[in-house]
């Protein structure tokens, strides 16, 4: 059987980490391991995965959690209830669910601290097939040339024949390629993998560049004195991905980049300790789930956890919980990135990321605004808690590294982008290689990053009122600006990480109710609200298309179906501008979707995919189902009004 393994790092001379493996993640296959029981459960799982991957495309992620909860002797034992047509929640009811969530949610910690998840989903890292007979871009789309022809290719190159394959796989995507004009259709990425480029229609531009360096250019450079010029290039571009390797651990910004980096070390020396390094953190990339192995963009480790345990202190069940609560702290802790990158790192184009945390772990070691933002807000959370219950608080100067990071971060407009400074000219995207992503030249700044900022700095300024003072108090004046700048016309914000105009709304809403924005003093928050009234279904809850993200207009899910992650976003949007204060029914009808959808275990269903990148391709969170309908409802129990059972039965009688 396949095994989940935490924080190993072997005895594999090419390994190395800067905080003894703190939270990576590996999948190791035990052949003697597991029960007869144990294997047809996870046969069972894999079997209900395949007869259903058309009506539910993410997988549940359940291998690993089978594992942990039998790990654990896990056994939920709180009573599950539901609230029926007619019923009123009670504030009993609403915390039995809440309880019976965080118990399931606790059970599946990792032994460091973390909670383990899938993070893929994009069809070009390793995909299943549609019913078409074609691969799409991810897992909820139509089948596309990019990821049908490359995996055909990997197909036969595994050794499959002609007529190869699971349900004549081959066959299927061969046909698939010859109806829709050939491999010659394939974009210019696929191009760099195939060695092609005469099709596929290129913005001008870009279209006179590379015919210009290939007709003009290449011939010179290939002969001296010319030739010189290009031995330098590559030397410079060897030592700019051997920077990226060593500073990454190896793992590097993310799966594209990790595979043509170690092609390139491969290249230069494939016998070399560059290429053997690169091979030993090919497992941090690899996850094994019920619908098969896949490739990662990369883990989402310290985002997952950052916003797990939020979901668990709204909860106001520390008492319960104290010591999942200390592992959570000890992890956030020990995943802050020390230092900056090495060596003069300005000149290699790196900006600081000293006190910052990275999407996954601290080996990566590249600073994300938003996750520093989350974990910033962690750490202050613990901090006003009691050190025997939750561990020792972090220390000022450490929460000052941070705070320098995000002040960094911010840009002229007052938005914050994801990884370093924006500031690039607009016209550079009109390079974009890769053609079916959007915005991936230059930095953009986003409204979750920016909201985010917010929302830790409010609460940093509150704890450390002298420390930068002036320049917190204009960031987050610029910042609050920024966000109602960008407001859609609707009243929604466009998500650029999640789906889509739902999940910018909660972030939009939360980042301007923190810096003291309400209902009746912000025409943004009002319009917000509206929005997210109109959007709500017929049966409580919120679902949303992830074609709002390509569309870049609201899409609800079709059938009138509500998603529960949707939902909770939506909910604590709402919360969040006050709306309990102002009629709550929207908010109950909300959570009795929740409360009524709850499995028998405490966990929730898995639905419609909910992660996005770029714009164009979605992601697969698979720990979204359980944080947010928890948070959800823990934010609902503590701040919307709820009868007790017992006065509900004085007044009924």
């Not at 592992?327 to 990158?341: A, T, W």
Request: glycine share 8%; aromatic share 12%; charged share 25%.
């Amino acid at each position: 059987m396949w095994k989940l393994k935490i924080g190993e790092g072997g005895n594999d001379p090419y390994l190395y980490s800067t905080n003894n493996y703190v939270g990576r993640q590996t999948w190791e296959f035990e052949p003697d391991s597991g029960t007869l029981e144990e294997r047809a459960k996870v046969e069972e799982a894999r079997l209900h995965f395949w007869n259903n991957r058309y009506h539910v495309k993410p997988c549940a992620d359940l291998l690993w959690r089978f594992q942990f909860i039998e790990e654990k002797k896990f056994k939920q034992r709180i009573e599950q209830v539901k609230v029926e047509e007619g019923e009123e929640i009670t504030y009993e009811t609403a915390s039995t669910t809440l309880r019976r969530a965080v118990n399931f949610f606790s059970a599946l910690q990792a032994p460091d601290g973390h909670w383990p998840a899938e993070n893929a989903g994009p069809l070009f890292f390793l995909p299943p097939l549609n019913e078409d007979g074609g691969w799409g871009l991810h897992i909820e789309g139509h089948s596309t040339m990019f990821c049908t022809a490359l995996s055909y290719i990997c197909m036969r190159i595994l050794g499959e024949g002609p007529e190869g394959g699971l349900n004549n796989a081959c066959a299927r995507g061969r046909k698939w390629i010859l109806d829709h004009g050939s491999v010659t259709a394939i974009p210019s990425w696929g191009k760099t993998w195939l060695s092609e480029d005469i099709y596929y229609p290129h913005p001008l531009i870009q279209d006179l560049m590379w015919d210009s360096l290939y007709i003009m250019t290449e011939p010179l450079l290939t002969r001296w004195p010319f030739n010189k010029l290009r031995e330098k290039a590559l030397q410079t571009t060897m030592k700019h991905i051997h920077y990226e390797d060593e500073n990454s651990r190896y793992i590097t910004i993310g799966c594209v980049e990790k595979v043509l980096c170690m092609l390139a070390c491969w290249v230069e020396d494939p016998n070399g300790d560059y290429f053997k390094k690169h091979l030993a953190r090919i497992p941090d990339y690899l996850w094994v789930a019920e619908d098969g192995m896949k490739m990662q963009s990369f883990g989402s480790q310290e985002w997952d956890t950052g916003f797990a345990i939020q979901a668990l202190l709204a909860s106001d069940l520390t008492n319960e919980i104290g010591p999942t609560l200390m592992k959570g702290h000890n992890f956030i802790k020990e995943s802050q990135v020390k230092d900056n990158p090495s060596g003069d790192f300005k000149s290699m184009h790196r900006h600081i990321s000293k006190g910052s945390w990275t999407f996954s772990d601290q080996d990566h070691g590249w600073q994300v605004s938003d996750c520093t933002a989350e974990g910033l807000k962690c750490c202050l959370l613990f901090s006003k808690m009691p050190p025997e219950i939750v561990g020792e608080k972090m220390e000022p100067e450490k929460l000052y590294n941070a705070v320098n990071v995000l002040l960094h971060l911010q840009s002229k407009n007052g938005g914050l982008a994801a990884w370093e400074p924006a500031g690039a000219a607009e016209w550079l995207e009109l390079l974009n290689p890769t053609e079916f992503f959007a915005d991936i030249v230059i930095e953009h700044e986003y409204v979750e990053c920016t909201s985010s900022a917010i929302q830790a700095l409010v609460l940093f300024k509150k704890l450390y009122p002298g420390h930068r003072k002036k320049e917190i108090e204009g960031f987050l004046t610029n910042a609050v600006r920024f966000l109602e700048n960008i407001q859609m016309p609707d009243g929604s914000w466009y998500g650029n990480w999640g789906v889509c105009f739902t999940y910018g709304s909660w972030f939009a809403l939360g980042g301007l109710a923190a810096a003291g924005k309400t209902y009746y003093n912000c025409a943004s928050v009002r319009k917000g609200v509206n929005f997210l009234l109109k959007a709500q279904r017929d049966n409580g809850g919120w679902g949303e298309s992830y074609l709002s993200c390509p569309k870049k207009e609201y899409v609800p899910l079709e059938g009138n179906r509500s998603n529960l992650v949707h939902t909770a976003w939506a909910m604590m949007g709402l919360i969040h501008a006050g709306q309990a204060e102002r009629d709550p029914k929207p908010l109950h009808r909300a959570a009795k979707l929740l409360i009524n959808s709850q499995m028998e275990d405490g966990d929730f269903p898995q639905q419609e995919i909910t992660g996005v990148f770029m714009k164009n391709c979605m992601l697969h969170y698979a720990a979204y189902r359980n944080i947010y309908p928890l948070w959800a409802l823990a934010e609902y129990r503590k701040r919307v009004p709820l009868p007790s059972k017992r006065s509900s039965s004085i007044s009924s009688s």
